[in-house]
């Protein structure tokens, strides 16, 4: 809509400050915010603005591919997984083409079990078939699938199991074409928006970066992306930058996105000591040198790596090589740099990452889904462990960069600020206010990486309109409680309801 001179009446702010009673209004002229004005009386609070969430971690492509493909997120057990990709094929998947299952999740199965390859078989034997977890680390597939992986590959597991390297780089034997890749995008963005999210770091795979630039190309980004590339792209971004890509106004060059390790729900996060159902460590995808190199070759080319590290073992190997960087060639050098996830922190390698000024990307949905006693995470590595896990509180206090973000399982945020308030340790638990603020960047305004104050009047010139208070989000579910409208950059990317103008509460002109 273009609208660009209006005035919202009577909102409520919420925004990285914490509660204010009062409520505004706030004068739009040509896109901007002009001028915020504090109403003499405490009224009634129906509307509130706030920022827009800010997603630190995402993969959008991922998520719109998933609604294209066969999503087993909803099913309760194997056999419902496995009927499900048998009633995907029957309905229209034509014989040939690879068949993507994917997001499922036998942490919430009865049985907890795998599928095996002979299962995929019986469901559908004529064509190749990937069934991928939700964490992507971890894959199997039918018969048909594994000729044509083995014809590239060489030999595989008999069993169609993959994990890491492999499961990650099926994308790469079966790549997605560029119009599944934009339809992908566009319908996450739409989501994402209904979420009320206006920011994202998207965790770009190997054909994220075409595709972003083709869509920032074509004015296609209604949101902010912060795109951070696959290693391999890492020569052609900084020639891409040096041609001044990435300047905007939507896309930004966040870094380079690396992974340390593996997940839990795979057992493939790298661990100290070994899982509590499982005779292993997991494992490290890096030798320490390579690891260096890479980070050194990031740093010198001013590329802030944004490495995913679940396991201690890996957030460990990952401060190690940090640390020798800072030692030869000062702060300067890691300067930007985040570990993503970072589930099994402790208070020693906070000290450690505090010396190293690094920040922190946690998603706090996952110990919503996998962290509560009993769950995933407990029977993985046992109660101690999965206890500590997530300390938001100590993080927080510590003031470190922390940004919230949802790693798409799932993008709700509302479940994250849920996970953050109601962490199984009370000690670790965050204020709804603490909570919002890190899902909305309010950390990083602490940090002085942009000031609050600018948010509201000069800087992007935008927020997000709720019917209720976002603070009181944690027992929510966003896709449930619609956002009312979507102001980003002075332009609306989701049109306030015409009851908001019935009512007054958007005035034009
Ligand atoms: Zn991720």
Not at 105 to 123: K, N
Not at 318 to 329: G, K, M, T
Not at 457 to 479: N, Q
């Amino acid at each position: 809509m273009m609208l660009r001179d209006f005035t919202l009446r009577g909102v409520a702010l919420q925004d990285f400050r914490g509660r204010d009673e009062s409520l505004f209004d706030l004068t739009f002229r040509g896109g901007r915010l002009t001028r915020k004005k504090r109403l003499p009386e405490l009224g009634q609070r129906n509307l509130f603005l706030t920022p827009g969430f800010n997603d630190a971690h995402i993969h959008l492509l991922h998520l719109g591919l998933s609604r294209q493909r066969c999503n087993l997120s909803g099913c309760g057990s194997l056999d419902e997984a496995l009927e499900t990709v048998a009633e995907f094929s029957r309905g229209g998947h034509t014989s040939g083409d690879i068949l993507w299952a994917v997001n499922w999740d036998e942490s919430h199965w009865a049985d907890q079990r795998l599928p095996t390859r002979e299962e995929i078989d019986r469901v559908v034997a004529d064509s190749p078939v990937v069934m991928r977890r939700v964490c992507g680390h971890r894959a199997v597939l039918n018969t048909a699938a594994m000729q044509e992986a083995g014809r590239r590959w060489g030999a595989l597991d008999p069993g169609g199991h993959l994990s890491e390297e492999q499961a990650m780089g099926l994308a790469n034997l079966w790549p997605p074409t560029p119009e599944e890749l934009e339809e992908a995008f566009l319908s996450a963005q739409d989501a994402a928006i209904a979420m009320g999210i206006t920011r994202a770091s998207e965790m770009g795979s190997h054909a994220a970066l075409d595709t972003y630039l083709t869509l920032e190309e074509r004015g296609l980004l209604k949101i902010d992306v912060k795109l951070f590339v696959a290693p391999e792209r890492l020569e052609e971004v900084v020639r891409l930058r040096q041609e001044g890509r990435f300047t905007g106004p939507r896309l930004r060059l966040g870094g380079v996105k690396l992974y340390a390790d593996g997940s839990v729900g795979a057992r493939t996060a790298a661990l100290r000591h070994p899982y509590e159902d499982a005779a292993h460590t997991g494992r490290l995808l890096y030798q320490d040198q390579d690891l260096f190199d890479m980070l050194d070759r990031c740093a010198r080319e001013e590329l802030p790596a944004a490495i995913h590290a679940i396991g201690d073992a890996a957030i460990d190997q990952v401060l190690h090589q940090l640390e020798r960087i800072a030692q030869e060639r000062g702060l300067e050098a890691t300067r930007g740099v985040s570990i993503e996830h970072a589930e099994m922190v402790d208070t020693p390698m906070l000290d450690r990452i505090e010396a190293l000024e690094i920040g922190l990307s946690m998603q706090p949905n996952f110990v919503e889904r996998w962290g509560r006693p009993g769950g995933l995470y407990d029977r993985a590595l046992g109660s101690q462990r999965c206890m500590a896990m997530n300390p938001f509180r100590e993080v927080w206090d510590r003031k470190l960069p922390l940004v919230f973000g949802s790693d798409g399982m799932p993008m709700d945020p509302s479940m994250g600020l849920e996970g953050a308030v109601s962490h199984p340790m009370a000690e670790a638990r965050l204020m709804s206010e603490e909570a919002l603020s890190a899902y909305l960047g309010g950390r990083l305004a602490a940090a002085g990486y942009w000031d609050s104050e600018d948010w509201w009047a000069y800087g992007r010139g935008g927020g997000v309109l709720y019917g209720y208070d976002p603070l009181d989000l944690t027992s929510g579910d966003l896709s449930r409680v619609p956002v009312q409208g979507v102001l980003w950059c002075g332009e609306w990317v989701l049109e306030p309801s015409a009851d908001l103008f019935r009512a007054g509460v958007v005035h034009a002109g």
